[in-house]
């Protein structure tokens, strides 16, 4: 399966806030380097995890709706 790819804005928004949140609830100094390592291992490690769980959420609930679609055939 292909990776996950993010523009250049995206990675730096989202290093920017890991940074913040290293800074606000564990008052710690992360650099770039580092803040961009941690996300390259969400990306690598976890994000399959919770984009699995989307898709299995959402093949659910298509297959909810087509079993509705029989309820408007005529009788």
């Known amino acids: ?16 806030q890991i940074q913040h949140y290293f800074q606000t609830e564990r008052n710690e100094e992360l650099g770039n380097l580092a803040a961009m390592l941690l996300l390259e291992f969400f990306m690598e490690k976890l994000a399959p995890v919770f984009y699995n769980q989307g898709v299995e959420d959402s093949h659910t609930y298509l297959a909810e709706k087509l079993d509705d679609i029989f309820e408007i055939q005529k009788k």
């Open 1 to 16: 399966m292909k990776g996950f790819e993010l523009t250049k804005q995206q990675k730096e928004e989202m290093i920017e």
